[in-house]
């Protein structure tokens, strides 16, 4: 019973602080960073299927866009890519349902590695059963899944910190049918470090002497140092919300190696725009 309950426990506690990947995985954390002194990671993966799961893992080199997504690199020469100072075990795993896995993570930092942040993704292929792959040879089904890849950057520092962020604008704008809003933050990055963190959005309306509320929120996003500007698109929270003349505060809290820190706040005077 107690065995039970802490099994119960340990799933709870890695929902909180992951990503259900789909419906299938769920992966913690979906982040990681090497700070200077740090030498190893671990990563939890928890099949949440009914069904046996495979995948295999493998890394990929991607440059950030500044609307958001990335692009593969075609050139890693020019790329200050992570991959060839990690190593990570196990390269395949197969998952009973509700079964957990650790992925182990191991740095080695080169000699006169210079002053920077490198980055890598570990990629996570989804691989047919046994049932699936009898399917197709024996021709009596046609396999119509897609398999699931899901990447998550991994990052390792070296040097100081020197990283600034700033809000620079912002555009509001608001749905009376659907209720909802969208908001986008325009951001400046400089420095030698990427960002991490969760952004919120706050508004008060003009003359309310009332708390702020939250509008909008948008977690885990990264401003990567390939990147001097980009944007964020928050995602609507649906709280009450009545287009007026008002004040947008927005407020970037610092994640992972920042934690406990605002990477950036400011507020704007701002009357949303009606679609």
């Known amino acids: 019973m107690k065995i039970r309950f802490f099994a119960h426990v340990l799933t709870f506690l890695l929902f909180i602080t992951s990503t259900v990947v789909n419906a299938n995985l769920l992966v913690s954390p979906t982040y990681v960073s090497f700070d200077l002194r740090e030498r190893s990671k671990e990563i939890v993966l928890v099949n949440t299927s009914n069904s046996v799961q495979t995948y295999r893992m493998e890394w990929q080199q991607k440059r950030a866009l500044s609307h958001g997504g990335y692009e593969a690199v075609q050139d890693e020469s020019g790329f200050p890519v992570a991959s060839n100072m990690l190593r990570y075990s196990p390269r395949q795993v197969t998952l009973q349902p509700n079964e957990r896995q650790v992925v182990k993570l191991a740095l080695r930092k080169p000699k006169g590695l210079a002053a920077g942040e490198y980055r890598s993704h570990l990629t996570l292929r989804s691989l047919p059963s046994q049932e699936e792959k009898i399917s197709k ?5 046609i396999d119509l899944k897609l398999r699931m890849s899901y990447s998550l950057p991994v990052v390792v520092r070296q040097g100081e910190n020197d ?16 209720a909802k809003g969208t908001i986008s933050v325009n951001f400046n990055r400089s420095g030698s470090y990427s960002s991490y963190g969760d952004i919120t959005a706050y508004w008060l309306p003009h003359g309310s002497a009332d708390e702020p509320i939250v509008v909008a929120r948008l977690s885990g996003y990264s401003v990567y140092t390939e990147l001097e500007k980009a944007v964020a698109n928050l995602i609507w929270v649906g709280a009450p919300f009545e287009p007026t003349r008002g004040v947008l505060s927005i407020v970037y809290e610092g994640q992972g190696r920042y934690k406990g820190r605002v990477l950036t706040t400011k ?3 701002i009357t949303p725009s009606i679609r």
């Open 137 to 141: 040879q024996t021709g009596f089904a």
């Open 163 to 178: 990283l600034e962020i700033n809000a620079e604008s912002v555009k509001f704008m608001f749905d009376p049918q659907s």
């Open 267 to 269: 507020s704007f005077k």
